[in-house]
C-alpha cells in the first residue's frame, strides 16, 4: 500500500455507523472501521487505481496524506444491539474486505441487520481481542417506512488541481466507502481549474452517482476575500463555471446572476474570517444564498469566542466582529445551517488535518471537520438538492446525533405565520450524552436543558410575539462534539405557509 516499511499498528478505536432512519424490517448495513494511530501514505507511481500510495498525495500546503485504518488481521468483532436487533452477533475481522481489490484494511460494511420494534436504537460492537468498544449512531426505527429519512453528507472538499490532495475519483471513493457519507460534493476553487478540467470534473461527479445508494452534486468554491468565498452547487448534471476576478460587489452580482440563470444554490463559508471572511454588507441574494456553512476546520463561525463559542476560528488573524453568522441572521437573512469539510487531506467525512506534524503552525490551529444531516424522503439528486433549498438540514462537528426541531408545528428551515403561544418541539438522540440543549431565539438563549442523557424529547411553549423571530437549537454533547439546528422564522400573522412536519 506504501512504499517503504509499513510502522507498527495497534488498534486505537472502532467507528461504527447505521443508517440514522429506517422502518421495522428494514434491511440495512453497519459501516465500521477499526482505528489505528494515523501514519503517513507517501505518494507512488504506477498503481493500480485506487490505491492508499496515489501520486497525487502531495500538497502545497506540505499536508501529508495519513491512513487511521488498521491492517486486517485474525481476530473477530461481537455485535450487539438489544433484543430488537436481527442480524449477526460476531463478524470476524477478515470479513472486513477494505474498500478496494488487495487492499488490507480493516474496514467495510456488514449487511443483514434489521430491527423487530421500533423506537431509538444503538448498536454496540466490541473487539474481542483487546476489548475496545464502540456505539453507533442512534438509529430512529419507525413502524412504516419513515416519510423524510436523514442522511448525512459533505460538501465542501479540494483536489490535487488547486490545494489539496487527491483528484477527483479517489475523494468520491473515500467520501462513499471509507468517510461513510451519502452525500458529497467537490468545491475545488474554480480560479485553478480550467474549462476542461471542469467538464473533467462534472464527468467523475456525475460517474459517481448512484441514485439510492449515494448522492453527489456539480460543485465549485468562488474565491473572493474581498466580499467573502461562496460555493456555489447545481442542481442537475451540470453547469458554468464561475470565477472570481475583482474583489468588488460587481463581482458578487455576476456569481448572483448565474445563480439565478441555473437555480445555484450558494453557500457562505468561514464567515467569521478576519482574513477571508464575509462581509455581510457587501451583498446578500435571499432567494439563492439559503444557506450557511456554520462549522468547518475553519471552526465555528456561529458567533464569537466573546459570547460563548468554544471553537472560534483562529487561523490566519482569527475571528473578526460583525462576520458571525448570528450577525448576518440579525440583518433578517434567512440562513439554514450545514456543517462542511474545506478539507484539503483528501479524507472527507473523516479528516485528519489535526494529526499533521507541525502542529504548532496553520494544521494545528484547525480544527475537526463539520459534516451535515439532511432530511429528505429519498437519496436522489433531486430529494436532497429540494431538501437543502428548503434548508431541512443542520450542522455538526462531525458527529450524527438524531435532531428535530419545530416551531408552531413548522420543521426547521421553514417559516409560519402565527398568533397566540409557539408551541416547541426538540428531539434528540446521541450515542455519547447530550450536556446541553439550548433554543435560541434572536441570538440569546431562551430556554436550556442540561444533564439530557442520550435521548430528548423537549415540549415547550413560548409566548405570544407581535415582532418577527428566528429560533433555533444549539446541543452540545459531553464530549464537546456540537449540532445546529437550521433556524425557524416566525411571522406574526394569522395564516401562512408551514414547514414539511416528520
Same mark, same amino acid.
Given at each position: ?118 423506537? $431509538? ?344 410575539? $407581535? ?27 394569522? $395564516? ?7
Amino acid at each position: 500500500m506504501t512504499n517503504g516499511p509499513m510502522p507498527e499498528h495497534h488498534r486505537t478505536g472502532l467507528w461504527v455507523l447505521a443508517p440514522s432512519t429506517v422502518a421495522v424490517g428494514e434491511e440495512f448495513a453497519l459501516s465500521i472501521k477499526v482505528l489505528t494511530c494515523p501514519y503517513p501514505v507517501p505518494p507512488a507511481c504506477y498503481q493500480t487505481y485506487p490505491r492508499l500510495g496515489s501520486p497525487f498525495n502531495l500538497s502545497p500546503r506540505g499536508i501529508a496524506y495519513l491512513d487511521n485504518a488498521a491492517p486486517r488481521w485474525e481476530g473477530a468483532l461481537e455485535i450487539a444491539g438489544g433484543s430488537a436487533l436481527r442480524g449477526p452477533s460476531a463478524v470476524p475481522c477478515a470479513a472486513l474486505e477494505g474498500t478496494f481489490p488487495g487492499d488490507h484494511r480493516a474496514l467495510g460494511r456488514i449487511r443483514g441487520f434489521h430491527f423487530t420494534q421500533p423506537g $431509538t436504537h444503538f448498536i454496540s460492537v466490541r473487539d474481542a481481542a483487546t476489548g475496545l468498544e464502540a456505539s453507533s449512531n442512534p438509529i430512529r426505527v419507525t413502524a412504516q417506512p419513515p416519510e423524510l429519512r436523514l442522511f448525512w453528507g459533505d460538501l465542501h472538499s479540494q483536489t490535487f488541481f488547486s490545494d489539496g490532495l487527491r483528484v477527483p475519483e479517489e475523494l468520491f471513493h473515500f467520501a462513499r466507502h471509507e468517510g461513510f457519507l451519502d452525500i458529497f460534493a467537490l468545491a475545488d476553487h474554480s480560479e485553478f481549474v480550467s474549462d476542461r478540467q471542469w467538464e473533467y470534473f462534472i464527468g467523475v461527479t456525475n460517474d459517481a452517482y448512484c441514485p439510492g445508494e449515494f448522492v453527489t452534486l456539480v460543485g465549485q468554491e468562488w474565491t473572493n476575500s474581498g466580499v467573502g468565498h461562496r460555493n456555489l452547487y447545481y442542481p442537475g448534471d451540470s453547469g458554468p463555471i464561475v470565477r472570481s476576478s475583482e474583489a468588488t460587489k460587481e463581482d458578487l452580482e455576476r456569481l448572483y446572476e448565474v445563480a439565478r440563470e441555473h437555480r445555484g444554490l450558494l453557500i457562505p463559508h468561514h464567515s467569521a474570517n478576519v482574513v477571508m471572511g464575509v462581509k455581510w454588507d457587501l451583498g446578500h441574494e435571499p432567494e439563492h444564498e439559503r444557506l450557511v456553512e456554520i462549522y468547518s476546520i475553519w471552526g465555528n463561525s456561529e458567533r464569537p469566542a466573546s459570547e460563548g463559542n468554544p471553537r472560534p476560528i483562529r487561523v490566519l488573524k482569527g475571528e473578526q466582529e460583525g462576520r458571525h453568522v448570528s450577525d448576518a441572521l440579525a440583518r433578517g437573512y434567512r440562513f439554514g445551517f450545514v456543517g462542511g469539510g474545506d478539507i484539503h487531506d483528501g479524507r472527507p467525512g473523516d479528516e485528519l488535518h489535526v494529526h499533521q506534524e507541525r502542529p504548532q503552525d496553520y494544521h494545528g490551529l484547525q480544527r475537526r471537520q463539520g459534516i451535515m444531516g439532511v432530511f429528505a424522503p429519498e437519496l436522489t439528486r433531486q430529494a436532497i438538492f429540494d431538501a437543502l433549498w428548503q434548508r431541512r438540514c443542520y450542522a455538526t462537528t462531525n458527529v450524527r446525533p438524531y435532531l428535530t426541531f419545530a416551531v408552531c408545528g413548522t420543521f426547521m428551515g421553514g417559516t409560519a405565520h402565527a398568533q397566540g403561544p409557539r408551541p416547541i418541539r426538540v428531539e434528540a438522540a446521541s450515542e455519547v450524552p447530550i450536556a446541553r440543549v439550548e433554543i435560541v431565539k434572536n441570538g440569546r438563549e431562551a430556554f436550556v436543558r442540561t444533564d439530557v442523557g442520550r435521548l430528548l424529547e423537549w415540549k415547550l411553549e413560548d409566548a405570544p410575539g $407581535t415582532s418577527a423571530d428566528h429560533y433555533y437549537v444549539r446541543l452540545t454533547r459531553e464530549d464537546g462534539e456540537m449540532a445546529w439546528s437550521s433556524p425557524v422564522w416566525i411571522e406574526p400573522a394569522a $395564516t401562512g405557509p408551514r414547514g414539511h412536519q416528520p
